[in-house]
C-alpha cells in the first residue's frame, strides 16, 4: 500500500480495491485464457458498476442450490459432503461459463451446527429429510424487554444471552463473567472462575470441535474459489452484511416480535438498529479484506413492499441501512443490495444515495421503473423470475432476458441475472439465460 | 362509545383499546356488541390493507388486540353465538416449507372476510391435506410456500387430492413469493394468487358469497 489506508479519501480506497479485483495481482490462472476471461468479466462488473456501458451485460444466474442438485447431491450432501459440493460447483462453472459466481456463503457446513445443536434453523441430516434446504425458525429469541441489555454491549449481550439461548451447546456460556470487569490484580481472578467451571470448558471443547470443522470447510471451499477464479470466473460476493431491521428482526426478535415493537418498543428498536450500524459495517469490510472482494451482499427482507409503509421504512428500515451502506462504501467496498420480493414502493426512497455507489439487486420489482427512478443512481440487477427458471421454457426465458436487456439495460449499468437462487430450474433454461445475455448483450 | 373502540382499534392504539373496552365493560355494555365491534375494526383493518394503507404490522397488531379484547370479553359471556360463515377454507404451508407469514395474512384476510378458515399450519404433508378434505369437507384449499421446493409439493398435493377422488369436490388455489401462472400449471391448481386480496377474491368467486 502507497498511501496510508486511514488517510485514503473513499474513492481512492474504492479504486484500490477495485484494481485488486480486477488485476488479482500475484494470482494464477490456469491459462492465459482464462486470466484474459476473467478480466474481461470483472472489467465489464466494475464498468456496470460505475454507471458505464460495459462491452456487455454482465450475465450469470444466481446459482444457488443448482449446481448441486444438478449434480444429483441432496440437501443434506450440500451441507456434509465438502468435496463433492466443490466437484459440483466446478463441474458447473465449466458448464454453464457464467461471469460470476455466489461463492460459498449458502454451502454451509452442517456438522458444525450438529456440534453446537443450533436451535434457529432445521436442516437437512438433523430434523429435516435429506432434499429439504436449511430453514429459519423465527422465534423471538430475544424478549422486548432485553432490547436495553441488548443496545447497551451487543457483543457481551451475544455471548452471555443470546449465543446460550440458540444453540444447546452453548447453554453455560451464560456464565461467562463481564469482560470488562478483568481490571487490575485483585478483580481478575472472580472473573476468571467460571473458565474453570466443567461445563463452560465442556462448551469451550465443542465451539473448538466446530471451529475445526469451519477450518476443514473453509479449506474446501477457499480452494474451490481459487479454482474457480482460475478457470476465469469471478466473484459476485466478497462479504456480507445485514440491514439492522433484519439483524435484530430476523434471528433476535422473529417478524412478528418485530412488527409489534414498531408500535410497543419504536425507540428502543431504533436505538438498536442504530447500536448495529458499526457492527454490520466491520462484519462487511472484514469479510472484504479477508477475500480481497469489493462486493458485500446484503440480502434486505423486512422493508419488501407490503411489509410496511413507506412511513414505517423511512422511519424504522431506511436510516440505518443507509448508515450501513455509507459506512462500507467509505471504507472503498460496494453495497450490492439484494431486495428479494418486490421494492416497487421503495424506489424513490432508496434513491436518495450518492451517485455510484451501490448496486441494487432486484428480485420482483419492475426492472423498467427501476431504471427509471435509480438509472442515474446506482447499477440494477435482476431479475429473472425463479419460477419462470424452473416451470417456463427456454424460448420464454430468452425473450424474457432480451426485454430486460432492452429496458433495464438500455445505456448500460445492468447486470443479467436472477432473483432469488434458481436451485430446481431446468438446465436448458439456465443455459437458455446465458445464451441471451450473450446474444443480445452486446453494446459494442 | 364502541364507535370509539372502533376508531382507536383501526388506528392500532393498543393503551386506548385496553381502556375502552374496559370501562365498557364496566359500565354493562353487552359484550357481544364490544366482540362485534372488535370484528367491524379488523374488517376496515383488512380493507386499508387491501388498499395498501395498512401493512403486516397492523395486522399482527391487529391480532394481537382483538386477543386482548376476547380475553376481556370473554368472562362475561354467557354464550357464543358462530355467524354463518361466507364457506370453508383449508389453508396451510405445502411439506418440506416452514414459512408462516404469508399463509397468516391469507388466514388474517379470509377470516376478516367472513370465512371459516382452517389453519393446517406450515410443513404439511399431501396425506394431511387429504385427510383434513375428508374431514371438514372445504369449499377451498389453499396451499401457500415460499421456497422453490414448494412447487413440487404444491404437484404433489394436488395429485393427492386428485388420487383420493376429491378433486372435483374442492377448489385448490397457490400462492406464495416465488409463484405464478407458470407453477399453477405445473402444480395443477385451479388458481394462483399474487397476495391475500387474491385469495379472497377467489374464494368469493367460488363459493358464491357476496357480503
Redesign the interface.
Known amino acids: 500500500m502507497e498511501k496510508d489506508w486511514k488517510t485514503m479519501t473513499a474513492e481512492e480506497r474504492l479504486a484500490q480495491r477495485l484494481d485488486g479485483y480486477v488485476n488479482t495481482p500475484g494470482f494464477e490462472f490456469a491459462s492465459p485464457e482464462a486470466e484474459a476471461l476473467y478480466r474481461e468479466r470483472a472489467t465489464i462488473i466494475r464498468d456496470a458498476f460505475e454507471l458505464k456501458v460495459p462491452a456487455r451485460v454482465p450475465v450469470f444466474p444466481s446459482e444457488g442450490f443448482f449446481p448441486t442438485l444438478n449434480a444429483g447431491m441432496s440437501m443434506k450432501d450440500m451441507m456434509y459432503d465438502y468435496e463433492g459440493v466443490a466437484k459440483a460447483l466446478l463441474a458447473y462453472i465449466n458448464e454453464y461459463q457464467p461471469d460470476a459466481w455466489f461463492g460459498a456463503l449458502s454451502l454451509v457446513p452442517g456438522r458444525c451446527f450438529d456440534i453446537l445443536d443450533y436451535k434457529v434453523y ?1 436442516w437437512p441430516g438433523q430434523k ?2 435429506d ?3 436449511y ?1 429459519m ?1 423465527e422465534d423471538e429469541y430475544v424478549k422486548a424487554s432485553e432490547y436495553g441489555a441488548l443496545a447497551a454491549d451487543p457483543s457481551g449481550f451475544f455471548l452471555r444471552t443470546y449465543l446460550p439461548r440458540v444453540f444447546g451447546a452453548l447453554e453455560p456460556l451464560a456464565k461467562m463473567p463481564l469482560l470488562p470487569s478483568i481490571q487490575e490484580m485483585p478483580m481478575t481472578p472472580t472473573a476468571l472462575i467460571p473458565f474453570g467451571m466443567p461445563d463452560v470448558q465442556e462448551a469451550f471443547k465443542r465451539l473448538m470441535e466446530a471451529g475445526n470443522e469451519a477450518v476443514r470447510w473453509i479449506q474446501v471451499m477457499g480452494g474451490l474459489g481459487a479454482q474457480v477464479r482460475a478457470l476465469g470466473c469471478t466473484d459476485w460476493a466478497g462479504g456480507a452484511a445485514k440491514a439492522p431491521f433484519d439483524a435484530i428482526g430476523d434471528t433476535l426478535r422473529g ?2 416480535g418485530m ?2 415493537d ?3 418498543n419504536a425507540d428502543a428498536l431504533i436505538e438498536a438498529c442504530d447500536r448495529f450500524v458499526p457492527l454490520m459495517v466491520e462484519m462487511a469490510v472484514g469479510a472484504a479484506n479477508q477475500t480481497g472482494v469489493p462486493l458485500i451482499f446484503m440480502p434486505l427482507h423486512k422493508g419488501a413492499d ?4 413507506n412511513r ?1 421504512f423511512e422511519k424504522f428500515y431506511w436510516p440505518s441501512l443507509k448508515k450501513v451502506m455509507l459506512g462500507i462504501a467509505e471504507e472503498g467496498c460496494i453495497p450490492v443490495m439484494f431486495a428479494e ?1 418486490g421494492y416497487n414502493q421503495r424506489l424513490e426512497i432508496i434513491a436518495d444515495f450518492p451517485k455510484g455507489k451501490c448496486i441494487w439487486w432486484f428480485d ?1 420489482t419492475d426492472m423498467k421503473r427501476a431504471k427509471e427512478v435509480l438509472g442515474d443512481v446506482a447499477c440494477i440487477a435482476g431479475n429473472v ?4 427458471m ?3 421454457t427456454p424460448d420464454e426465458v430468452k425473450a424474457y432476458c432480451k426485454e430486460l436487456i432492452e429496458t433495464a439495460g438500455k445505456d448500460g449499468a445492468f447486470i443479467l441475472t436472477n432473483g ?2 434458481i ?2 430450474a431446468k438446465p436448458a433454461n439456465v443455459k437458455a439465460m446465458m445464451e441471451a445475455g450473450l446474444e443480445y448483450g452486446r453494446y459494442r | 362509545m364502541s364507535q370509539e373502540l372502533i376508531a382507536a382499534f383501526v388506528e ?1 392504539r ?1 393503551e386506548d383499546v385496553r381502556r375502552i373496552t374496559a370501562e365498557l365493560l364496566e359500565s354493562g355494555a353487552d359484550p357481544m356488541a364490544v366482540l362485534e365491534a372488535g370484528r367491524e375494526a379488523l374488517e376496515i383493518i383488512g380493507q386499508r390493507f387491501e388498499a395498501g ?5 397492523e395486522l ?2 391487529a391480532g ?1 388486540i382483538m386477543g386482548e379484547i376476547t380475553a376481556l370479553v370473554k368472562p362475561k359471556l354467557e354464550q357464543t353465538a358462530s355467524a354463518e360463515a361466507l364457506g370453508k377454507v383449508l389453508v396451510g404451508t405445502v411439506e ?4 408462516d ?1 404469508g399463509k397468516d395474512v391469507v388466514v388474517f384476510m379470509l377470516d376478516a372476510n367472513g370465512f371459516e378458515v382452517i389453519d393446517l399450519g406450515v410443513d404439511v404433508t399431501p396425506q394431511t391435506f387429504v385427510d383434513k378434505v375428508k374431514e371438514v369437507k372445504p369449499d377451498v384449499v389453499a396451499l401457500s410456500g415460499l ?3 414448494a ?2 409439493s404444491m404437484k404433489d398435493t394436488v395429485e393427492a387430492i386428485k388420487e383420493a377422488g376429491l378433486r372435483d369436490q374442492v377448489k385448490i388455489m397457490i400462492g406464495g ?4 401462472e ?2 399453477r ?2 402444480s395443477g391448481a385451479d388458481a394462483w394468487g399474487k ?1 391475500a386480496m387474491e385469495a379472497v377474491a377467489f374464494a368469493k368467486q367460488w363459493t358464491g358469497g357476496q357480503k
Open positions: 432445521d429435516l429429510a432434499h429439504l434446504v430453514q425458525k417478524t412478528s412488527m409489534m414498531m408500535y410497543r407490503g411489509f410496511m409503509s414505517q420480493g420482483q423470475s425463479t419460477a419462470l424452473t416451470a417456463g432469488c437462487g436451485d430446481h | 392500532i393498543e394503507q395498512a401493512f403486516v404490522p399482527i397488531m394481537e418440506g416449507d416452514i414459512h407469514i421456497l422453490t421446493l412447487y413440487q413469493a416465488p409463484v405464478d407458470h407453477v400449471v405445473f397476495d
